[in-house]
């Protein structure tokens, strides 16, 4: 009676581990072998025996003994943290349907995305403490500011995806223009964007991966020549068609004491230093006081509180805009010939002379109507995927 029981007991764990390796057994598809790795493929659920071209496929990857991720842009799958030189992958690629990114976006409003909301406040916003924002652009993290029309990015019946790079790329002087006043010269750099050293630097090197160091338009802290070298950091080949060119509003204001819906108004509006324009165009800008104001959720920090107050955990401290220390904005203060706004290490809003160096610099840009996503779900391990 034991012996049967037992032979009983081991018919059944042949059973279950054969079960078990059946689900990533490969013997049952169509393989190949490709630099030492074992590919199994299926498109749509059947078995295939080359990878498809590239078209609108979301790739799911799963890989033994390695890591695996399919990169769209190149078409082809990375691996990393290879234990052993036996890798078998399976590649599932499934037809989906194109969505633009701009209207995936405004199909969330209103909805909890991380630890944040999309929110319809003088455009579709990403907003809270750390939201699943993040999008995969120019081969690194970006995080999406939300999606906007017209009175935003001056392009007609558009709804634009404005995104900000995760990181800055240096602290970098805003302007270092010396400014003849009549009766006296303004020493300090000249608060306007449309001809900066800082617009031009970001339009120009770093839009197209181009050396900048030693140029005209790079400084950094005490007007010491900056890194600017954005050769293999500034913008790709493969991103640069994505981004639209558009236009910055200019408008300024004479006190930071002001709240966010106050300062969207004054950014569009013709209060300026006297001779500054009020908007030029462009494809890479800053965030808006405006933007870093509306990144936290009204029940966390009431939009009657002034930008220059949010030095607290229910404002800046549930800000996913905050964090850089102290960060440009593009926005000049219309009282006076030098000042910028910026964002302070502390979290509120303040000024200072365009030629300081100190602040971070984050580039901002708008997105082509025409992106569409791939894959993702917009947080860290795993960001939008776009084409266009």
């Not at 070298?229 to 639209?244: A, E, F, L, Q």
């Not at 160096?357 to 580039?363: F, Q």
Request: glycine share 10%.
């Amino acid at each position: 009676m034991k012996k049967r029981i037992l032979v009983v007991s081991l018919i059944f764990l042949t059973i279950v581990i054969s079960i078990l390796a059946s689900s990533y057994n490969t013997n049952t598809r169509k393989t190949f072998i490709q630099d030492g790795v074992t590919y199994a493929l299926t498109l749509d659920g059947e078995s295939v025996n080359t990878i498809p071209q590239k078209g609108m496929y979301q790739v799911d990857v799963e890989c033994e003994n390695a890591t695996g991720k399919w990169l769209y842009d190149e078409w082809k799958l990375r691996l990393t943290n290879m234990s052993t030189d036996k890798v078998t992958c399976n590649l599932a690629f499934t037809t989906i349907t194109k969505t633009n990114l701009n209207n995936y976006i405004i199909g969330l409003s209103g909805t909890t995305q991380g630890t944040g909301e999309v929110v319809n406040e003088n455009g579709y916003r990403y907003e809270g403490k750390n939201p699943n924002n993040y999008i995969w652009f120019n081969n690194e993290l970006w995080r999406i500011i939300g999606v906007f029309d017209e009175a935003s990015h001056g392009v007609s019946g558009q709804n634009l995806v404005k995104i900000i790079s995760t990181n800055s790329i240096g602290g970098l002087v805003w302007d270092n223009e010396i400014e003849d006043l009549g009766l006296v010269e303004n020493f300090y750099g000249k608060n306007d964007w449309s001809n900066s050293d800082l617009k031009n630097l970001l339009n120009g090197a770093y839009l197209n991966s181009e050396n900048g160091t030693g140029g005209e338009y790079c400084y950094g802290y005490e007007y010491v020549p900056a890194n600017c070298d954005y050769s293999g950091t500034g913008v790709n080949d493969t991103y640069r068609p994505m981004i639209k060119n558009v236009t910055w509003y200019l408008g300024g204001h004479n006190t930071y004491d002001a709240t966010a819906e106050a300062f969207y108004g004054y950014e569009r509006g013709t209060t300026v230093y006297s001779g500054r324009p009020t908007s030029t165009e462009g494809y890479i800008g800053l965030m808006y006081p405006s933007d870093y104001g509306y990144s936290v959720l009204a029940s966390s920090c009431a939009r009657t509180t002034n930008l220059s107050s949010y030095s607290n955990a229910s404002c800046a401290g549930q800000s996913w805009l905050y964090g850089e220390g102290m960060e440009w904005t593009i926005t000049p203060n219309s009282s006076d010939p030098a000042n910028v706004f910026f964002v302070s290490s502390d979290g509120t809003l303040t000024n200072y002379y365009a030629n300081y160096g100190w602040a971070a610099v984050r580039p901002v840009l708008y997105l082509d109507s025409s992106v569409y996503v791939y894959d993702g779900n917009g947080s860290v391990s795993n960001p939008y995927i776009i084409g266009m």
